[in-house]
């Protein structure tokens, strides 16, 4: 049986290698992965194709910014929670709703964020390039 890399090796130009979590895109696609499946990208857009885009070029330094301007979402969006609150679909949305694009409030029984959680997005948001 072939492991994960060997497989990879025996196939890379007939496959294509997805990093399929959150926390570390960055180091997933510097090691060769084709793209990233994650909710990220689609509620930072720009912000996450800065990152994909370093990682292609092999840019490491801008990589690395990259990844330190939404390192501090990420880890709100996974770490800064009571008993799992604010949910992650809450999150999501009042960060596109904060972008300026109204996608509604989540489906029940989740509702919207407490304005404490919207002024974290909010900071988070300005924070970022």
Not at 24 to 32: F, R
Not at 62 to 90: L, M, R, T
């Amino acid at each position: 049986m072939l492991s994960t890399g060997e497989t990879w090796n025996h196939c890379k130009d007939d496959l294509a290698v997805f990093y399929g979590h959150d926390y570390a895109a960055m180091e997933g696609l510097l090691a060769g992965a084709d793209g990233w499946l994650s909710g990220f990208p689609a509620v930072l857009p720009k912000q996450c194709r800065r990152l994909q885009d370093a990682c292609f070029a092999k840019e490491v330094d801008a990589a690395i910014a990259a990844q330190n301007n939404i390192q501090p979402y990420i880890d709100y969006s996974f770490y800064d929670k009571v008993n799992g609150v604010p949910h992650w679909q809450e999150i999501c949305k009042y960060t596109l709703q904060a972008q300026g694009l109204d996608v509604g409030l989540p489906r029940k029984p989740l509702g919207e964020l407490d304005d404490a959680n919207k002024k974290k997005i909010e900071k988070l948001l300005a924070d970022m390039e």
